[in-house]
C-alpha cells in the first residue's frame, strides 16, 4: 500500500491534461476522478492520524454492562478490513492510457505534416519575386488557363476583358 500512496502522491494532474492534450467528457471525468482522488487522500490522511489503539479496560471501570464491552472487544479484534482487487481498474487505465498516447502521437505526425507543408509554403512566399517583377511569359507558364483564356477571347473576335472597363476606366478618350 506505501508503494501505491508514494505512487498516487507523484501524478502531476495537471501536466496529464495538458500533455495528452485531453478536452471534452475526458476531461471532465479526469477532474472528477482526480477530485475522488484527492477527497480519499484527505480522508485516509485524517484516520490515520487519529489513535489506532483502545482502552477496553476503561470502559470495563465505566460501564456496568461487562458483556457489552467484551462483545465490542471480540468484534473488534475480529475484524478484518476488506480488501478490493483494483487489477480490473489498473488494467482500464493502462487502456485509456495506451489509447490516449495512440492519439497523441497520431495528432502529432498530423501537425508535423502540416508543420511541413506550411513552411514550403512559406519558404515559396518568401523567395517569390514582387509581382511587378513577373514577365507576361512567366505568369503564363504558372498559370496556363490565362493564356488560354486568352486565346479563346481572341479567337471569337473579342479584345476586350469583361469588367476591364468597369474596373480600370475606359481609356479610349486618350
Do not use: C
Not at 125 to 138: C, N, Q
Amino acid at each position: 500500500m506505501a508503494v501505491g500512496r508514494s505512487a498516487a502522491l507523484k501524478v502531476d494532474w495537471t501536466k496529464i491534461g495538458t500533455s495528452l492534450g485531453i478536452k471534452g467528457q475526458t476531461a471532465a471525468a479526469l477532474q472528477a476522478f482526480k477530485k475522488r482522488n484527492e477527497d480519499a487522500r484527505r480522508k485516509v490522511t485524517v484516520l490515520s492520524e487519529q489513535p489506532q489503539n483502545i482502552d477496553f479496560s476503561h470502559y470495563r471501570s465505566i460501564l456496568k454492562n461487562q458483556a457489552v464491552v467484551d462483545e465490542i472487544e471480540n468484534h473488534f479484534k475480529s475484524f478484518k478490513p476488506a480488501t478490493y482487487d483494483v487489477g480490473r481498474q489498473i488494467k482500464a487505465i493502462e487502456t485509456f492510457e495506451a489509447q490516449a498516447v495512440k492519439n497523441a502521437e497520431e495528432t502529432k505526425g498530423k501537425v508535423d505534416m502540416e508543420l511541413k507543408d506550411l513552411e514550403k509554403t512559406l519558404k515559396n512566399i518568401e523567395e517569390a519575386r514582387p509581382f511587378e517583377d513577373l514577365t507576361v511569359d512567366e505568369v503564363a507558364a504558372a498559370r496556363p488557363d490565362i493564356d488560354e483564356r486568352t486565346a479563346q477571347l481572341v479567337s471569337k473576335g473579342r479584345w476586350h476583358v469583361p469588367g476591364y472597363k468597369e474596373k480600370f476606366g475606359d481609356l479610349s478618350v486618350l
